[in-house]
Each structure stands twice: as C-alpha cells, then as structure tokens.
C-alpha cells in the first residue's frame, strides 16, 4: 500500500491514528525520499561546483539530478532552484520586475491569490508607482475572464494562481495565458497547488514564469522551483549577489554566471535537492491522472457528507480542481473545529489561508480546510465525517 | 510549584481527563466564568494579539482586586479565559504579577492547543499582568 511508504502515517496523535488532510500545506514524506536527504548526509555531503573532490562531485551530481530532472518533467529550458514558491515569486520581482517595469506600468492580478502573489506586487508597487489591477471571482468561483478581458489592456505582467489553495479550483489558465499573451503581458503561475495534482508542460502552457514548491509534492520544505521561458529568462537581471552566481570578481567589478546559478547566489539547498529529486522520481511512478480522479472522488463525498452535517461548501470540486473541502459550519468557530478534529488524531487547516483578499470577496473570516493527498484513501474521509458529526452533536 | 487553591484543583480536575477531546469539551465549559465583554466594546485597545481568532480582554481594579472582563469568538479561547478569570478575579495586584501562564501547560491544556494559541495565552496573560502594573 501506498500509505505504508509514508513512516509519519504509523504514528499516532493524541492516542488516535493520525488522519493528516493538510496536504494543501504540506504533504508528508516517503521513506525514500528521507532516506536520499539521509544518505546524502551520512555519505556525501560537500559544497557543490567548486571543489574537485570526489565527495563535491557527488554532492554537485546530486544537487543538479534535481534540475535535470525539473526540466524533463515540466519540459521547461530554464528551472531556478529558490527556497520556494514565495521566493520564486519574490525572484521575479526583483530580478524581471525591478528591470522592465516602471511607473505606471500594469500588473494583473486576481482576488483569488495567495498573499505571495500579492505582497511582492504590492511592495513593487509602492517602490516603482506600478500599477495592480486585481481580476475578480465569479459566484461559482471561477475567474471572471471579462473582467480579465479589460484588465490586461496595456498590462505588462498578468501574475495569477494556477489552482486555488482555498478553493481547489484549477483556474482557466491556458485562456488567461492566451488573453495575456494577445495583449504582449509576460505572465506568471502561482502553480504550488497544481503541480502536485497534474502533469505541466510548461512549453506547451506557454506562460513566462511558474513557481512551485518541492513539499508539496512529497519533496522536502525549503525548496522549490521557478521555470522561465527563454525570452524571459533573457530579461532577468542579477539579484542576489554573492559566490556560486559570479564568473568574475575584481575590485573594480563582477560578472555573472549565464544559466540559472546567476540567480542561486550562495551555497543552495544541496540535501534538499537532493531529496526533491527523489521525490520527483517517485512521484513519476504514480499514474497522477488516475489518482486525482480517486481524491476527487473521495473529496465529494466528504463535501456531500458536510453539507448534510449543515455545513457551507466553499470548494469547485470540478473535474480538474484540486481535492481540497472547504468549509464553514454557522455557528461553530473554524479554530475549535480543527481543535476537536485534532483531538481525535484529524490534521486540518483552518482561518484565512493567507488569502485575506479571497475570504473578504467570500464575506467570512476564514474556513476549515481538507485537503487529500496521495495517500489518503476512503478510510480518512469516513473518519473526517464521523468525528465532525460528533463534534456538531457535541456542540449544538 | 506551589499554586494558589482555585488553580491547584484546575489543574487536578484537568489531569484526570485523558482524553484530550474530552479535555477541551470540560475547557470550553469553563467559558461561563467569563465576565463578558459585549462585543461592541472589543477594540483594538483590548485585542489579544497572537489569536488567529478574535480575543478582547479589559482589566478592572475594584477595592484592590483585579478583575477582567472577556470576549471571543472561539468557544475554547472562551474557555481558556474562564479559567483565566478563576486564576486572576479577585486576587490583589500582587498576586497576579507573582502567576504566571505555567499552570496551563501543568492542566494539559497548552498541550492540547497549537503553538499560535498556546502564545494566545501567554499573550493574554501578560496584557492582563501589564494592565495590573500600570495600575498599580
């Protein structure tokens, strides 16, 4: 069984066995992937690029495995390895933002995004005078692709989330590219929660930049990735500076790496690298498309289960959504929702999500969120319902 | 350490719950000790930061005792400030700058509650601590 692959499972939580539907936060690890960050330590560990022995040419061969292996994926020619999807974002602010954008030039974004798909923009606003103009929700939380329509007119960055993490909804993105695309915008994805649920090919999508996270897919925290199309990457300028980004330095002056280490200034997240690129291999073995079908599957159960329990459902379910639940119940708080869950061994999320934006358009202060991985299977959802419906009894 | 009557038999009725579900039903029932705070005096001067949730706490010094006064909308921040209230009402200045939050981790209940609520409490506890001092 695939649960079995997964140590953290066995465990218990407050007496209980440990049902873990936070998965939209973070995944949980499999022993390969542990045992790879572990090896690399026990056996490996080294700096990478410079040293010529043998252990850095372990380390460097390792650490590059998880590029390599990002590129043949995602079929992009250009992957930055950075600590995450927010660093990713961050990177093209300062490294594409800071050079192409100036005062009153415009950047898209929607009401649907993750506060780090808004925060940099905004600091980027402030700084520079650019301009946000922000795509608003339909009623069935879809994007209001009218809205986008005019928005986009004289845009030079449409900047949007592949697939909510509130809402599981998987956006219309090849549209939004294509409307973004027709105006000449460079446009980013916020695809931390798309990645772990489909296959991208990011040449074939078309979009400029897609930011994601390793731990979202199984793969360690504190690293993740940002794929760049060539002409983008072309217009990217040098932000962090420091070794491993250099080709040259004097006194006088410096000059920069071409490929990706232009941007990876410092010693990078070698283990990490390491394990993501374990993680990859291993995600690579399971059939995504059927998978997401079964947690989709799972999901509108547990959605169908809540509503009947008198809960409010803030979720797409859609076949190409992602298998999150979110909800609300009228008169019990989110925070003693998930307190209770926990008690009885549940991992959900709960509040705002870091999607304040999201949740004033939706009129509530936040929602209880489950989210389905891999390895969840029937057995979780059926201990999801039973306990809420105790906790309704108990609290009403 | 040595706690004053009222905490020593909280913390003896809270050990001998196991469960931890059953633990925070027994902490939310606490919540009718609450001297409450309407919700339209909850502002930004009495808000508790560090809550995910809404929590407002105002401080009163009546013949020399304390006494505070709470709102929240989570029923075991509600809890938490029920027994908050049975350590702090009624007891001299003195008395509530020598206490300090540890009894709840001797209850279990900052055990059974996430980091961010556990400092909620912390939090909640050293604004009433500070309101005393500024009293005084």
Redesign the interface.
């Known amino acids: 069984m695939l649960k079995d692959q997964f140590p953290i499972l066995s465990r218990q939580v407050?007496?209980k066995k440990l049902v873990y539907l936070d998965n939209a936060a973070t995944t949980q690890k499999p022993q390969c992937v542990i045992d790879a960050m572990t090896h690399y330590y026990g056996q490996s560990n080294a700096n990478v690029h410079r040293a010529v022995h043998t252990l850095a040419g372990e380390a460097t061969e390792g650490y590059e495995e998880c590029r390599k292996l990002l590129k043949e994926r995602y079929n992009a020619e250009r992957a930055i390895i950075t600590s995450g999807t927010t660093e990713s974002i961050n990177l093209v602010a300062h490294a594409w933002g800071r050079s192409n954008l100036s005062k009153g030039d415009v950047i898209v974004l929607t009401e649907m995004e993750h506060h780090s798909d808004i925060v940099p923009w905004q600091m980027l606003s402030q700084e520079f005078g650019v301009e946000l103009r922000f795509v608003g929700i339909n009623d069935d939380y879809s994007l209001d692709m009218e809205m986008l329509e005019e928005a986009v007119k004289g845009a030079s960055l449409v900047a949007c989330v592949h697939t909510s993490n509130v809402l599981g909804i998987r956006n219309d993105i090849e549209s939004l590219i294509k409307i973004s695309k027709s105006v000449g915008a460079r446009v980013l994805l916020d695809s931390a929660q798309a990645v772990p649920h489909e296959l991208i090919d990011f040449k074939e999508l078309g979009c400029d930049f897609m930011a994601f996270s390793a731990h979202k897919m199984c793969g360690p925290t504190g690293i993740g990735a940002l794929l760049v199309s060539e002409e983008a990457f072309a217009e990217m300028s040098t932000f962090m500076g420091g070794g491993d980004m250099i080709e040259t330095v004097t006194l006088d002056h410096s000059t920069y790496q071409k490929n990706e280490h232009r941007f990876e200034a410092g010693t990078p997240r070698i283990a990490e690298g390491v394990g993501w690129a374990k993680a990859l291999e291993w995600i690579d073995g399971i059939d995504l498309e059927n998978e997401h079908s079964r947690l989709l599957g799972i999901a509108r159960g547990v959605a169908k289960g809540l509503q009947d329990l008198g809960m409010t459902i803030y979720s797409g379910l859609g076949d190409l959504d992602a298998a999150v639940v979110s909800f609300t119940h009228p008169s019990?708080?989110p925070?003693?929702f998930a307190?209770?869950l926990?008690?009885?061994g549940i991992a959900v999320r709960?509040?705002h999500h870091c999607a304040q934006p999201l949740m004033a358009r939706l009129g509530i202060s936040?929602t209880i969120r489950a989210s389905f991985y891999l390895y969840n299977d029937q057995s979780d959802a059926d201990d999801l319902l039973e306990v809420t419906k105790l906790i309704v009894e108990?609290?009403s | 350490m040595i706690w004053p009557e009222a905490i020593q038999e909280l913390i003896e009725e809270f050990i001998e719950i196991e469960d931890k579900f059953e633990k925070l039903e027994v902490l939310m029932d606490f919540s009718s000790e609450v001297i409450e705070l309407p919700s339209d005096e909850w502002d930004e001067s009495n808000r508790v930061h560090g809550c995910q949730s809404q929590a407002h706490v105002v401080v009163t010094l009546e013949d020399e005792k304390v006494s505070i006064s709470c709102g929240a909308d989570a029923k075991i921040v509600q809890g938490l400030m029920g027994i908050m209230s049975i350590a702090v009402n009624g007891s001299t200045c003195e008395e509530v700058i020598a206490l300090t939050p540890d009894f709840a981790e001797e209850m279990g209940i900052l055990n059974s509650l996430t980091p961010s609520r556990s400092n909620g409490f912390r939090t909640m506890f050293d604004m009433v601590k500070n309101s005393v001092k500024e009293m005084m």
């Open positions: 407050n007496g019990i708080h925070e003693d307190r209770l926990d008690a009885k709960t509040g936040g108990r609290m």
